[in-house]
């Protein structure tokens, strides 16, 4: 029991730590998508959910893993200022409403809208 409590407090602090990395980088990450759409390199379709319960870095993190499952996501990344989940959708695939509402649902948490 001692061992799992400790390998949960070590789990957390590492999605805390991978968590601020990438709120620090989340900047540079889009300016350099602008830089990909101004080229026209790849035509990805992006998703945006409000995400009601998406209140800490563990939520974050979760609901990003549970969208990486999906073979149509080719990136995520769940912001907890604004509780949006920006999921970006590889090139000719799809993910629907449904699906959408599904993940976030199956991760514990409830999609308070969906913007395409
Ligand atoms: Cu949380």
């Keep these: 029991m001692k061992i799992f409590i400790t390998l949960l407090s070590l789990l957390l602090a590492v999605t805390t730590l991978e968590n601020q990395s990438f709120a ?13 759409e101004m080229a026209g390199a790849k035509n990805v379709t ?14 974050a993190r979760n609901i990003e893993k549970s969208f990486l499952k999906n073979p149509a996501v ?13 999921i970006d959708v590889k090139e000719g695939q799809q993910i ?6 599904e993940i976030i649902t199956d991760a514990g948490y409830n999609v308070v809208k969906i913007e395409r």
């Excluded at 992006?46 to 939520?59: D, I, N, S, T, Y």
């Design 74 to 86: 080719e990136k995520v990344k769940a912001d907890l200022d604004t509780k949006i989940v920006t």
């Design 96 to 101: 629907s409403d449904e699906v959408v509402k």
């Design 46 to 59: 992006e998703v945006k959910v409000k995400v009601k319960g998406l209140v800490c870095a563990f939520c």
């Design 24 to 36: 620090a980088m989340s900047g540079m990450d889009h300016n350099m998508k602008d830089m990909k």
